[in-house]
């Protein structure tokens, strides 16, 4: 996978922090420009600290987004408040890959997928798995043990020969893409104000957010750092803000990265105690008669 930020908003912290001025200043924004070459950072700690997030909304990002997979994606288009374009299967015909007069021809691919289909089985050399994960994720729990990988790179090596013989008999390759596994590397582009980043962040920073998209957000927070430490720093899973886990007491129990939400906030909170029953309310004075 490879993050890279191809776009910022110029001098984002002066931007957000001329936002937020502007909303107790008599001035107009564009008048406020003591900023621009610094003192920001005030002004945007307290913004941070006490929820006003709404002014760090004027800062963008663009990232391009390389080689992760079809999986991570849908995970990653569930968070609706950014703009995405993505690699199109239905555009893209993937057995250029297999085409010696293609561009994009891959002589290492097309040399595993003849062997496959002569014999049925992956060759032994060269690495079929390090040839079709150019192109396919492997997971970490897979990619460690050599049989399980080679096993997911031959079921990854069927569904490219499926695909490339259903594009020969002549299925459409928007048809044909239905072969394809979740695993499958797509490429993205994708634009989201800081707000949006900071929490998502939040969420997908956590070590109980699935590891492809946990990696995918560690490089967006080393991209924004070097375009500008100070908001690249605040990038941190939920419980570096909330100074807690509020996660379930069992998924807590992996991490101890914070101490559980039970212990700070009391019994009941996320799989703690439940808390005692309040006291019963005294009874009512019988009316007096009259």
Aim: with cysteine; proline share 8%.
């Amino acid at each position: 996978m490879k993050v890279k930020l191809i776009s910022h908003t110029p001098n984002p912290e002066a931007v957000c922090a001329r936002a937020a001025k502007g909303d107790t200043d008599i001035r107009p924004s564009h008048r406020i420009t003591e900023y621009d070459e610094g003192g920001w950072e005030g002004i945007l700690k307290f913004c941070i600290q006490h929820g006003h997030h709404g002014v760090l909304e004027h800062a963008s990002f663009t990232f391009s987004i390389e080689g992760v997979s079809r999986a991570c994606s849908h995970q990653l288009v569930r968070h609706r408040i950014a703009t995405f374009d993505q690699q199109s299967q239905r555009y893209v015909d993937f057995t250029s890959l297999l085409d010696p007069g293609s561009t994009s021809y891959d002589a290492a691919l097309a040399g595993l997928m003849q062997a496959f289909r002569e014999t049925g089985d992956l060759p032994a050399d060269p690495d079929p798995v390090r040839t079709v994960e150019a192109y396919f994720v492997f997971p970490p729990t897979i990619r460690r043990k050599p049989d399980t990988a080679r096993s997911l790179a031959r079921t990854y090596a069927k569904a490219v020969d499926e695909y490339a013989a259903l594009v020969k008999s002549g299925v459409p390759p928007e048809d044909a893409r239905f072969v394809f596994p979740g695993g499958m590397k797509t490429n993205l582009t994708a634009t989201l104000n800081y707000r949006a980043i900071y929490d998502i962040a939040a969420e997908r920073l956590c070590t109980r957010a699935q590891w492809e998209i946990r990696v995918l957000f560690s490089l967006m927070k080393r991209e924004i750092r070097q375009a500008s430490p100070f908001l690249g720093e605040r990038l941190q899973p939920k419980c570096i803000h909330l100074g807690y886990c509020n996660e379930a007491k069992r998924a807590w129990a992996t991490c101890q990265l914070m101490p559980h939400m039970s212990t700070v906030l009391g019994g009941g909170a996320a799989g703690g105690s439940p808390p005692a029953a309040p006291a019963a309310a005294p009874a009512a004075p019988a009316p007096v008669a009259r």
